[in-house]
């Protein structure tokens, strides 16, 4: 079956940098597309990078652009959020998503506190 998990998440001052890892099971992970999304506390979950199969392409949103690199290792079925000067509002669980037809799969979700 279909497994995701996230690693990488704690508490780190504004300014700082953590980044995330996604290890994947289950499915051809070099023929899918993967997706990091994020939920603060109160607010609904938001995308918050996509990646392409082979890697050359990304995407961001607004809120992240130039701070967020999304990557991708097939050898090793995994995906990477390197997350770089953090905001306090970066604060949320953030989460690795992939969809295999109509069928949206997540991990448990890895929480990242930006706090003095």
């Known amino acids: 079956q279909v497994q995701l998990v996230e690693s990488g998440g704690g508490l780190v001052q504004p300014g700082g940098s953590l980044r995330l890892s996604c290890a994947t099971s289950?499915?051809?992970?070099?023929?899918?597309?993967m997706s990091w999304y994020r939920q603060a506390p109160g607010k609904e979950r938001e995308l918050v990078a996509d990646?392409?199969?082979?890697?050359?392409?990304?995407n961001y949103a607004d809120s992240v652009k130039g701070r967020f690199t999304i990557s991708r290792d097939n050898a090793k079925n995994t995906v990477y959020l390197q997350m770089n000067s953090l905001k306090p509002e970066d604060t949320a669980v953030y989460y690795c998503?992939?969809?295999?037809?109509?069928?949206?799969?997540w991990g448990q979700g890895t929480l990242v506190t930006v706090s003095e």
């Open positions: 990646i392409s199969r082979a890697g050359g392409s990304s």
């Open positions: 998503n992939v969809r295999k037809g109509s069928t949206s799969y």
């Open positions: 289950g499915f051809t992970f070099r023929l899918s597309a």
